[in-house]
């Protein structure tokens, strides 16, 4: 973090001198301390961010890939006149652990057409599907394997 914030410095600064540069790493270090005395930051929590890169972008792929087939079904059913959409309220539990977790889930699933995330209360969520098919299987989904994971390797990285 403290090198992003350099960068920033330098860049909203159009230009590269001594004095730009060092007069930027101690602003930095400032604002650096700061996050870690005042907002619970810590270099422990970057390492951990880095970590879980690869675990963000293959859930981001995912994420794109049930927005592309959500959109298929969608599709199917405003095109085809013999399809009769059948909406429903689903209710489902997850045991995550963290409320990121939880936000998480309930955006993804937001993201993907045809269903919206109601309200989340604890560990219960309440979905609206424009059809009843499209909510199969939403507590065992991609979605909660991944974010499950995700958990797991922080609770690895922090022993």
Excluded at 10 to 19: D, H, R, S, W
Excluded at 86 to 108: H, I, K, Q, W
Excluded at 129 to 141: F, I, M, P, T, Y
């Amino acid at each position: 973090m403290f090198i992003l914030i350099f960068a920033v410095w330098l860049i909203l600064n159009g230009k590269v001198t001594m004095e730009i540069c060092l007069f930027g790493l101690g602003i930095s270090a400032a604002l650096f301390f700061f996050m870690c005395r005042f907002m619970d930051y810590s270099v422990k929590k970057e390492l951990l961010l880095f970590r879980m890169i690869p675990l963000f972008i293959r859930y981001f792929w995912v994420l794109v890939q049930e927005i592309v087939k959500a959109n298929v079904e969608v599709l199917k059913i405003i095109v085809s006149p013999v399809m009769e959409p059948e909406p429903a309220l689903v209710y489902f539990d997850t045991d995550f652990r963290r409320d990121l977790s939880r936000a998480m889930l309930a955006d993804s699933i937001t993201l993907t057409p045809g269903t919206i995330t109601v309200s989340v209360e604890g560990d219960r969520f309440c979905v609206h599907c424009l059809d009843r098919k499209l909510a199969e299987g939403l507590n065992q989904s991609v979605f909660v394997k991944l974010l499950k994971e995700m958990e797991a390797e922080e609770e690895r990285f922090y022993g």
